[in-house]
């Protein structure tokens, strides 16, 4: 054995005692000890806040400022507080843009569809195409006013999916309300900057798509950010996608790279499995990078949770806190926080975030309901409902018309016929190509097989074979 294989083994060895002997089902990772306050700690948390995000709070110093990243409830929303007047022209500004531009796919028709003018919150709703070629489906904008106060709500729909999208809109400004920073509501419903976003009365929110982004910067040490991004859970979660596997595989890389690459040496004050209250499949690495030429060492931690599909109250989470950033950049500027100071700050902070209580009963989550037979989704996005869909574009081959997705596949583009050259001909070959199209819903994973049979206008192939003769 080699001085190098030497030191490796004592290093590894070392780690392994630091990280509770490699044992991440440790008690310790699961739920870690709170690292006690250092006074000067003691004197920021002396007084705290409970700030609403989402359907959760989380507890943070008094003097900490509040940073709202962009959110969506479905659709997406901004509220401009005092800026009505600006809203209102960015309204007249949108109609006059649509109206100015043509679309060259609809005989050069203004993108400009309609207007519509709403009673109550006063508004507008807006549609037109979305972009100059009108061939990605629409654009859909709301426009509100609360007094002095102004709401955006936009949509981006297929053109089959207009209506309810102009619905969607509608539900949407008649359920929000104007929310202070500091309020915590007692009903069913997502916290937004500025505003609360009442659930539909007696609805499931099950199939409710909730992105919600909000950081914290501490005061009193301006280079400590936090930052808490919650959004729905992936059914179909890889283990490419994980925390542990990115940080295992840029190791790797670093290794490659060189073994004296200097993040070789992050040291790591825990590294494996973590649970905050009932979010329990959450995974985290608190660690510290080396100062390097140019840039200083910093604190950087991340804890991921991997939630459960459909339950908007264990939603996947993406929880990060770095030190020593200035301007946005980390590295600017030597962490003021000492190693046990992040970490106590860390599990402070994290170890409070918890579903927001209500007096209301829980929302109902569970299994997202069934979708009617005929909808439809166009090339890239999420199968809404595992099971057969089919496409109807022009040329499409027989055999890839009609095809079986799992929820949460990625509706692929459609395999089309193309014309074959003489040589092909000769050849006897079917030259084929991939377009962008539509695919609508036209039977269920539950039903007979003779039926789904029955119902078939072609050969069904499987996922595996999607993309053969392409």
């Known amino acids: 054995m080699n001085l190098i294989q030497k030191l490796s083994l004592y290093y590894f060895a070392a780690l392994c005692i630091t990280l509770a002997g490699c044992n991440h089902d440790s008690p310790e990772y699961r739920t870690p000890n709170m690292t006690a306050l250092t006074p000067r700690l003691q004197v920021v948390f002396e007084k705290t806040k409970t700030v609403c995000f989402g359907r959760f709070v989380v507890d943070v110093p008094e ?83 609360w007094d002095a106060d102004g709401i955006v709500i936009d949509a981006r729909p297929l053109q089959e999916d207009r209506g309810r999208a102009i619905s969607t809109i509608k539900s949407i400004a008649e359920r929000l309300r104007p929310r202070r920073q500091d309020e915590i509501p007692s009903g069913p419903g997502n916290c937004l900057e500025h505003a609360f976003l009442a659930d539909r009365p007696e609805a499931s929110v099950e199939s409710s798509i909730e992105h919600i982004r909000i950081g914290f910067r501490l005061r009193e040490f301006p280079d400590t950010h936090l930052s808490i991004f919650v959004g729905p859970s992936n059914p179909y979660h890889s283990e490419g996608n994980s925390l542990e596997w990115q940080l295992a595989r840029r190791e ?35 660690s510290r990078s080396p100062d390097q030429p140019g840039t200083y060492g910093i604190h950087d931690f991340v804890l991921d949770v991997k939630g459960v599909p459909t339950d908007v109250f264990k939603p996947y989470a993406d929880i990060r806190m770095q030190t020593g950033v200035k301007g946005n950049l980390a590295g600017a500027v030597k962490p003021s926080l000492t190693d046990e100071e992040a970490i106590a700050v860390w599990d402070k902070i994290t170890s409070s975030i918890r579903v927001r209580p209500t007096s209301a009963a829980p929302a109902k989550t569970g299994t997202a309901p069934r979708l009617p037979l005929g909808e439809k989704v166009a090339t890239g996005n999420a199968c809404p409902l595992g099971g057969w869909w089919e496409s109807s574009a022009p040329g499409l081959l027989q055999a890839g018309r009609r095809q079986r997705f799992k929820t949460g596949d990625a509706m692929p583009p459609v395999v089309v016929a193309a014309t074959p050259t003489l040589w092909q001909k000769i050849k006897g070959e079917r030259p084929t190509f991939q377009v962008a199209g539509v695919w609508k819903l036209v039977g269920y994973d539950d039903e007979p097989a003779a039926l789904q049979a029955s119902s078939a206008q072609g050969t069904a192939v499987s996922p595996a074979d999607r993309g053969a003769g392409a």
């Open 63 to 145: 003097s900490a400022i509040v940073a709202w990243g962009e959110s969506s409830v479905d659709l997406g929303i901004a509220i401009y507080p005092g800026d009505a007047t600006k809203t209102n022209e960015a309204a007249h500004k949108f109609i006059d843009e649509l109206k100015n531009t043509k679309a060259i796919y609809h005989d050069y028709i203004p993108l400009f569809l309609s207007e519509e003018h709403i009673a109550h919150p006063p508004g507008k709703i807006i549609t037109g195409y979305e972009g100059f070629d009108a061939v990605n489906g629409l654009v859909i904008n709301g426009y509100f006013n």
């Open 252 to 286: 790797k890389e670093h290794r490659a790279e060189s073994l004296t690459h200097p993040l070789l040496h992050t040291k790591y004050f825990r590294r494996g499995p973590r649970q905050i209250h009932d979010w329990i499949n959450g995974w985290e690495a608190v």
